[in-house]
């Protein structure tokens, strides 16, 4: 069964520090990974998209990195802002440019404290 | 950068009444767009693909006479909730997938809306 793990569920850090999240997947085949940030009440924002070939990527202070062969990925928040509040989806695609048929998970919530 | 615009972000109805939600590409074309549910803490539930010019797609377990969607033009896509029911209340969010070619986006990536949030009283 196609799925998309992510832990920790919540986590809760002080503005200035650094963290990672975790995504652990079986889906197959495999086209892609993705991560989203969604704040409260909004619509998920693209962070970073790996493909295959790809084990990282940066978009400013986030970081992705992809392990095709353990099937994992992770992101790395740094200097943590308080606008970094919000929940981390990781999402994977099986199959390239099908859209309908992305597995997601449920998210990390993440809370910055000053 | 590729905007999808939702209308209203929030909308009260009374039980029986029917919503109309739209869904904007506001610098690309989007021959497909998605329509999605979100209960609290969970995931992004796929609910239909919605089609420029065709019939919508729907995912199992959803009613098509209910979640009514209208893809008339390149750039909007409409839900409508018929006859809503209180278990409809719920986060409603659509992504617009660009057409090849207009230097939008890449990795044929769709772009979310704001989300809309329906209370059926």
């Known amino acids: 069964k196609n799925q998309v793990e992510q832990s920790p569920q919540s986590l809760i850090i002080l503005e200035g520090k650094n963290c990672t999240l975790q995504?652990?997947?079986?889906?197959?085949?495999?086209?892609?990974l993705r991560w989203y940030k969604q704040d409260t009440g909004r619509g998920p924002v693209s962070l970073t998209i790996m493909t295959f070939s790809e084990n990282t990527k940066s978009n400013g202070r986030y970081t992705a990195t992809l392990d095709a062969d353990t099937k994992q990925s992770s992101l790395h928040i740094t200097a943590s802002q308080l606008s970094d509040s919000a929940s981390y989806i990781c999402?994977?695609?099986?199959?390239?440019?099908?859209?309908?048929?992305?597995?997601w998970g449920l998210g990390t919530s993440l809370a910055v404290n000053p | 950068g590729a905007v999808v615009s939702q209308h209203p972000s929030r909308v009260i109805c009374k039980s029986g009444t029917s919503v109309k939600i739209e869904c904007r590409s506001l610098?690309?074309?989007?021959?497909?767009m998605f329509w999605y549910r979100q209960f609290p803490k969970q995931s992004l539930m796929l609910m239909a693909t919605s089609n420029e010019g065709s019939k919508a797609t729907y995912e199992q377990g959803v009613e098509k006479d209910k979640f009514l969607i209208n893809h008339a033009s390149l750039t909007l896509s409409t839900l409508t909730v018929t006859s809503a029911h209180p278990e409809d209340s719920s986060f409603y969010i659509c992504s617009a997938l660009p057409v090849a070619g207009q230097g939008v986006g890449k990795d044929t990536e769709a772009f979310f809306g704001q989300g809309t949030r329906l209370t059926v009283v």
């Open positions: 610098d690309f074309q989007a021959t497909t």
């Open positions: 999402v994977v695609s099986p199959n390239a440019g099908n859209n309908r048929k992305l597995i």
């Open positions: 995504c652990n997947y079986t889906v197959s085949p495999f086209s892609n």
